[in-house]
Structures are given as structure tokens and as C-alpha cells.
């Protein structure tokens, strides 16, 4: 409950229902899962029973009480679906994921007695600010390889992310671009539209003759000439 002085401004029923694996089985009739734990979680008879003789003193009616579901793993594929099947039996899904999220990200240093949230903050402070072991997690069983594509299309497109692609070596960057499975026509493209300007256009042509593969591929092709006719002797 939400006080304001001695009025009760909001109320929320909250459940929480959390795992590392789907907490909703992948089925062909989610409407059915669903209204199972709304029933079991929500309108359950000794659930709201509790819920209103500690609310009965304040007048509050049924209807403002606002219920939320916490939930763990949801299937990406299924989570706008499951969100609204949620809301139409009046139930807002928050997912864990978010919470952890929003309260690893606004911990500062100071120190805290609750062992929870000093864990969380050892954990940002201590563990997520070291990048080598930050990157390790990434290649680890933990992460699909379309988790790993989410991970890196989401930080390079942080400007700042991309910024210091100024301090990667060559070698590196080509073997970004070896593995890009970028087509010879696509690579071009990219460089005469995205990279290049009218000034640095005509220094990579020069630059891309003088090398010596290049130099063979655009040397003049001798033309064979076309066999003289037999009649032309006679």
C-alpha cells in the first residue's frame, strides 16, 4: 500500500513467479496457461480473502487494486502475446530481468546493510566492471549465438562504442570484415557510400592501385585476334 498521510493512494497485489528457465510452457493454447495462474495467483478464494481484510479498512474496492505479476524467462518470440493475454484478465507483467536491471544500474558506492543489495553492488562493482571477464561471459554456455549477434548489434549502436573503433588495429578490423559475410559488391558499396568523401575518394583509388594484386587484376588484357580465313589466301 501507498500511503499519502493517512489515505491510502494506490494498492498492489503482487506475485512474483521466477526461474531461469520459460516460465510459461510453450503450448498452442497460452489463453488456457494463462487463466490457470491468474486463477491460481490472483483469485484464488483464500488469496483474496487475505487480500481484503487488510484492505477492508480503508474502503478500497476490488477494482482499484492494481495486480502485477513479476515474471522470470519469457520466450522472446511470445512476449507481446503473453503480455496481452495477461492485461485482458487485468494483470501487468514486470519482468525480473528489468527490475535487476534498474536497480544494478542506479547503486552507487556507498555501503549497504542489506546483504541483497550489497551482493548486487560487489556484483556491478567488482565483477561487471572488468571487460576481460565481462567478455567471458559472452562466449560461454550461457549465451546462444543469437544472443551473442543482440549483444554486439546493441552496443554498436552506441555512438561512443563506435568511437573507439578508432583505437582498433588493422588487423583486427579486417578480421571483423573477413567474417562479416559481407559480399565484394555490398563491401563496395558500404565504402563509396558510408565511409569515403569526395576527398578521400580519389586517395583510396591510388592507394588501391599501388597494390600489386590489384595492379594484375586491372592490367590491360591482350586481345587475341580472330583467325584469318582460309578463303583470304587463295
Sequence with gaps: MKFDKDKVNEVFHIEVSCSITNNIPETTNLSKSINRIVDEKFD????????????????????KIKRILILGAVPKSRKAEITREF????VEVIEFENILYDVIEQLDT????????????????????EPAKLAKFLVNDSFTSNSRKEFLSNILSNDNIVKEFKKTNVERLSVILKNSGLKPAELAEMIEHNILNKKTRRMFLNSLMEQENIRKLTKPKKIRKLETPLGKFF
Design 110 to 129: 556507498q555501503y549497504y546493510r542489506n546483504d541483497i543489495i550489497r551482493t548486487l553492488q560487489l556484483t556491478k562493482f567488482l565483477l561487471l566492471s
Design 44 to 63: 484464488d478464494e483464500a488469496i483474496e480473502e487475505t487480500i481484503n481484510s487488510h484492505v477492508r479498512q480503508f474502503s478500497i474496492q476490488k477494482q
Design 87 to 90: 492485461n485482458q484478465r487485468e
